[in-house]
């Protein structure tokens, strides 16, 4: 499992919760609809990684807001980068994924 850290703790994040198209110029710029209510998804712990890969495909980056949550609570707030290979994500687009 990855890991996160936070002061002297290390922490196993079960999953991440995240929201999505709700940045206007980026719905645009991929040419989706503004949906009507919030897009919340899941990614797998396996997602967390302190590695970035490059490897010569077309990859776009978005910085992320991110949150600790703790026994249902706040505890830490941070900086998350959202890498998509955006070549895959469109062809699981056109497929209705």
Excluded: W
Excluded at 16 to 37: D, F, K
Excluded at 50 to 64: C, S, V
């Amino acid at each position: 499992m990855h890991t996160v850290t936070r002061e002297d703790q290390t922490i196993v994040p079960s999953k991440i919760v995240c929201a999505g198209r709700n940045y206007v110029a980026h719905i645009a710029e991929l040419g989706n609809e503004v949906p009507a209510e919030p897009v919340i998804f899941l990614k797998p712990n396996s997602a967390l990684s302190e590695q970035l890969r490059a490897d010569g495909e077309d990859i776009h980056y978005e910085g992320e807001i991110s949150f600790l949550l703790k026994n249902g609570k706040l505890d830490a707030v941070g900086f998350g980068l959202d890498l998509t290979r955006r070549a895959v994500q469109t062809s699981l687009k056109k497929q209705g994924l």
